[in-house]
């Protein structure tokens, strides 16, 4: 389903329900069959259940606020809007700095929770989270199975290119390369890509596409799936940074034609993602200096927060990597 068509579902559910959410008043028995199993119908892969959810669900904030009742061109604009939010990560495979909700986990993303635990106060405004968050991040494009399988093939081989970077030893090597190394490398290859970019615009020469871009993007993911792998203390996990890239680019106009990758957003958030981490590690590293005073005084649960944080940015621009290499063996 293409945004435009998504719209028109949203808009199509808001007008339609909107006078029902009005009668329902303060029934929460008649809220709950007006808006029927909010979790089954947020983890349906047909989007026009999730998106006339949203336009149900959106319909109810409305009428419970009490305000008054927006302009449907507002109410048009609103929808695009929040619609738009994704659009890059499903026409451009672009990274999302905000994190993943699997398709495996729509179905228990606890939305429904959120409305049926509110207070009579906060019942409205739970509504207009629930459906922002549907129209932010619950349309998808169709993922074909074919597709999917002949990326993660293509893909697997890719990564076993970036393993065979990891496992050279040396001064040039990453085989025993620090965590800060690890990082310092794929900031450097993501700034040589756009640096790339900048000079092809500049001379009019084509320096953005070729091997050396591919070997670039593989050891932006090399080096990153590495620094992951060393921060934690565990093996390094090609598979979820494979099975990461696979969803980005079936899911995304990008398999079709990976001239639409957006590979300008992917090396800058690769650095930023460098930059975080290296920051959080750094701070890591001086909490273990200062000894237990200055960890007692940290929030662990902020920290703990901070980690995965840093966990999920690391493992989203490592896909980024595969997908770039595999964007550049399309084109070649």
Not at 16 to 33: E, H, K, N, Y
Not at 114 to 120: G, K, P, S, T
Not at 139 to 155: C, H, I, K, Q, T
Not at 295 to 313: N, S, V
């Amino acid at each position: 389903m293409d945004q435009e068509t998504a719209k028109r579902v949203v808009f199509d559910a808001y007008v339609v329900s909107l006078p029902q959410a009005r009668a329902i008043g303060d029934d929460r028995a008649a809220l709950d069959a007006f808006l029927g199993d909010v979790d089954r119908q947020a983890g349906s892969m047909d989007m026009t259940d999730r998106m006339a959810l949203a336009g149900r669900v959106f319909a109810a904030s409305v009428a419970l606020s009490g305000g008054p009742t927006p302009e449907l061109e507002e109410v048009d604009a609103l929808i695009d809007a929040l619609l738009s939010y994704s659009r890059p990560q499903r026409e451009e495979a672009a990274p999302l700095g905000d994190g993943r909700l699997w398709p495996e986990d729509e179905a228990s993303s606890g939305l429904g929770e959120l409305i049926a635990d509110a207070d009579e106060d906060e019942l409205a405004e739970e509504c207009a989270t629930v459906a922002s968050y549907l129209l932010q991040f619950g349309l998808r494009p169709s993922m074909d199975v074919g597709a999917a399988l002949e990326v993660s093939e293509e893909l697997s081989h890719i990564a076993r290119e970036g393993q065979a970077v990891l496992d050279v030893a040396g001064t040039y090597g990453l085989a025993s390369a620090t965590p800060g190394a690890l990082l310092e490398r794929a900031a450097e290859r993501a700034r040589d890509l756009l640096e790339r970019r900048d000079r092809t615009l500049e001379d009019g020469v084509n320096l953005a596409h070729g091997a050396a871009v591919r070997e670039s993007w593989i050891h932006v993911a090399a080096a990153l799936v590495a620094a992951r792998a060393r921060w934690a203390q565990v093996e390094p996990d090609w598979e979820a940074v494979l099975t990461r890239a696979t969803e980005r680019i079936a899911s995304s106009f990008v398999y079709e034609d990976p001239r639409r990758f957006a590979a300008d957003a992917c090396a800058e958030h690769t650095i930023v993602v460098v930059i975080e981490a290296a920051t959080s590690w750094l701070d890591e590293a001086l909490q273990a200096v200062d000894g237990a005073d200055r960890a007692d005084a940290l929030d662990e649960e902020l920290d703990a927060e901070a980690r995965e944080f840093i966990w999920e940015g690391l493992l989203e621009a490592a896909s980024s990597g595969l997908v770039g290499a595999w964007v550049e063996s399309r084109q070649g």
